[in-house]
């Protein structure tokens, strides 16, 4: 089992830049992919920057340029670093983790709150 919690959203006059963590914990050797998603207001949940074990990184456009993922080397965490915030990356941010050995299981955080005033 893996715990994961996330940290660092906030309120952010767009333009301006967030980091958000994610820790991990718990049989943390297990961990493969980690990921960020994101769920605007009435909208579905998304992908939008993800990680491999081998450090790979992919990105949704949008977020392309602006949005960078990280993850510690001993995957107790992962970051996302966020700049020139929109109005419309508003929402709540998910950290997601899929084990290396059966990439069917999958682990979520609680989300944090990101809210970027125009």
């Known amino acids: 089992q893996v715990q994961l919690v996330e940290s660092g959203g906030g309120l952010v006059q767009a333009g301006g830049s967030l980091r958000l963590s994610c820790a991990a914990s718990?049989?943390?050797?297990?961990?493969?992919?980690m990921a960020w998603y994101h769920q605007a207001p009435g909208k579905q949940r998304e992908l939008v920057a993800g990680?491999?074990?081998?450090?790979?990184?992919h990105y949704i456009d949008r977020v392309k340029g602006r949005f960078t993922i990280s993850r510690d080397s001993d995957k107790s965490a992962t970051y996302l670093q966020m700049n020139d915030l929109k109005p419309e990356d508003t929402g709540i941010y998910y950290c997601n983790v899929h084990e290396y050995r059966d990439l069917s299981i999958v682990y979520w955080g609680q989300g944090t709150q990101v809210t970027v005033s125009p």
């Open positions: 990680i491999t074990s081998k450090g790979d990184t």
């Open positions: 718990g049989s943390i050797s297990s961990i493969g992919p």
